[in-house]
């Protein structure tokens, strides 16, 4: 259980201090975020453990019997058709404001390529967010399809940065 008057009082802090954001995890899974930017107060970012998705296999199609209609295929099947490969796939998104940058430093190997094996807790990035330096860490295991945002561009709060494909 989460004590709310703790949490209050470090925002209070955050709020009074020229600390952009502080991240507190515990063993237990639970995270908790408090950041700040020029444009808004401290805010609260609570975060549960990360339960992957159910992604469907492609090529294994289930079918059922319409009514009349013959054979038809589910739901699942049509929305897996229908839907861009990049649905199917795990988003990392950017959890503040910043610089996102590839690589530890400038001319340095880059964490990822697209087509690498990810593990959890693996540093994906670096978004620097006002000149602290902020590892970015995967939360879930998988290979790197696509990597969107570009080496020393900003990024927004809640961006996509990376997709993942679990399965792969």
């Given at each position: ?105 400038p001319g340095a190997k880059p964490y990822l390529t697209a087509g690498d094996r990810i593990s959890k807790g ?47």
């Amino acid at each position: 259980m989460i004590d709310l008057r703790f949490v209050k009082k470090l925002v209070d802090m955050i709020d009074a201090s020229s600390v952009d954001s502080i991240e507190i995890s515990s063993d237990k899974g639970m995270k908790i975020r408090i950041s700040k930017t020029s444009q808004q107060r401290a805010t609260v970012q609570l975060a549960s453990p990360m339960q992957l998705p159910q992604v469907m296999a492609v090529g294994a199609p289930a079918a059922t019997v319409g009514a009349g209609d013959g054979i038809v295929g589910s739901a699942q099947e049509a929305a897996a058709r229908t839907e861009p490969a990049a649905k199917r796939y795990l988003e990392v998104k950017s959890p503040m404001v910043g610089t996102y940058y590839a690589a530890p430093e400038p001319g340095a190997k880059p964490y990822l390529t697209a087509g690498d094996r990810i593990s959890k807790g693996q540093i994906l990035c670096i978004i620097e967010a006002m000149k602290i330096m902020n590892e970015i860490e995967s939360e879930f295991d998988g290979v790197v399809k696509e990597i969107v945002a570009q080496n020393s561009h900003p990024v927004e709060y809640g961006q996509v940065l990376f997709r993942i494909d679990p399965n792969g």
